[in-house]
């Protein structure tokens, strides 16, 4: 047996990668293509010892180069309230973080997942409100980790997962070259063959990666994560600010625009006398002006009570002056699970008994 340290990690690559780490061993591309198919959407727990068209030879070749890793399940809770079911895992180090498995139901019967992975364990960027900015970074997840995500939520569910977010642990583009890859695993045929605008990237503002995004020409959901159209509110509250402020942002938002003619999604977590005035609006609607957005709005979820989110009266009022300012589509988004912690902004890789604690 090789030395495990060399082994190659299946999940960890696309099947082209694969098949170039493989060639050698007498692995066809579309053998290579089977492979992948076998861990990813077959979630295979080792490579399989006889496969149609692929000799026992090379396969017997394969598992000895290879293995096949896989995540730990540490806790799974489904809420009673609205079916969001949040995971614990550990993979690569000793601590844990989560996914968040939501439904979506178009027609009873009709049920399909949408998984919210993390990409980080903890997070560098600090936002004030966010349990996870709370923890600070720990470590970058392996692309492994985050396709395992879905594979094990995949594999514990009786419906298809159609779309991947990347909103749990962690900022997606500070883990820029394992994400895409994640991303590409998933939307590949042979691997979990969601489509590309199914799968979600969601970003505090990390303008130098957005760029590389927008040039790199993906076709993944851009999401970022805006909360104030006042450069010194943001700041306050989103410390990434005072590195790439609004203005910066907005170039790099309007550069990606330009070149991909996408509509931006620009996520606002409301919260209550902070960010849900008609002025809020107004500054949002000449920040964005010219460029065609659609408006997230989140309420938020702080376990520490220092932010709330508004009343139904505030939250209308802000919407209403929404409609009068910006003029453009304004949706409300649900962060479920919160009774489970698996919320936005709650995830903070805790099992039962410490989240029990907390509270």
Known sequence: MQHHQHLLLLKNQTSSELYRSLASLGVRERDARRLQAAVVRGGASEVPSS????????LAAVAEASRVPH???VEQRTSPVDGFTRLLFRGEGREPFETVRIPIVHR????????????????????DFCATGRLGFRRNLATWEIVDQVVQVQRLSTHPVTGVV???MGEPMLNYDNVMRAAAIFSEPCGMAVSAKAITI????????????TSEKHRYR???????ADSASRARLLPV????????????IREYHGSSGRRITLAWTLIRG???????????AELTAGLPIKLDLIDVNDATGRYQPPDDAERNRFRDALRKELGMPVARRYSGGQDVNGGCGMLAGAGEQKSAAAN
């Open 274 to 284: 902070f960010n849900t005035s008609e002025q809020d609006a107004r500054q949002l």
């Open 71 to 73: 995540l730990e399940l």
């Open 108 to 127: 009873p019967g009709d049920e399909k997942y949408v998984v919210c992975v993390s990409s980080q364990v903890g997070c560098a960027l600090a936002c």
């Open 166 to 168: 990347f909103m749990g």
């Open 241 to 252: 600010e005072h590195t790439w402020p609004l203005p910066q942002l907005m170039e790099a």
């Open 222 to 228: 851009l999401v970022v994560s805006l909360t104030s």
């Open 202 to 213: 969601s970003t505090v503002g990390v303008v130098p990666m957005i760029r590389r995004f």
């Open 51 to 58: 496969m149609s068209e692929i000799s026992p030879r090379v």
